[in-house]
């Protein structure tokens, strides 16, 4: 990976060679994306089974989560299929973590928020607090429009699908600023993504 940054910031930039690298792995990943996209059209068709499963087994929630996964396996449907398109980026924000690691802490990509690079950095947290707002957005329309067929969860639980997009600007407030781009990138993909390939789902 050294090798292709190296040849990516010359030509792009180092900035430059962090963005086209998220591009390039969001794009691979877009085959799972959409299969977890299948997979939520999938399980809005069980819903109305799940919330009889939950209604059934409301006193024994073993019995009821049990239950639920037999019916998805039942219909071949994964639960976690949309976890796969985050869990697979980890091993790039790892690799891109050490290679920052490697050019060392000097370079504007290995510098921290506190470490003097402020403005820049500044820059970054705005976007990946706008991209979050818009992303929070879209979970409370989606959370109100599916709300008679799912009820979402109360107390934090029922706020968390409108909080999560915020834990990016948390996160990007630690890491290097190469993993800072990295996120903005990669969070203004998904949410591009998740307009386009959810048309035609509620919300």
Known sequence: MHAIFTLLATALTPFGAVIA??????????????????????????????TELRRRHVNDPVKAAEASLALHRAEGVSPFA???PVLAQAPVLILLYRLVLAEGAGTLLGQHLLSGAAPMFGLLLVGLAVVAWLSSRRAAMLLRTNAALNPPPAGVLG???????????????FVPMAL???LLTSTSWTLVENILLRRGLPG
């Open 180 to 182: 800072a781009v990295y």
């Open 21 to 50: 690298i998220t591009l390039a792995v969001r794009a691979a990943l877009h085959p799972l994306t959409r299969a977890a996209v299948r997979g939520e059209r999938a399980r809005m068709r069980l819903t109305p089974k799940l």
């Open 82 to 84: 949309g976890l796969l």
């Open 159 to 173: 706020r968390l699908p409108r909080l999560l997009p915020y834990t990016t600007v948390v996160a990007a407030a």
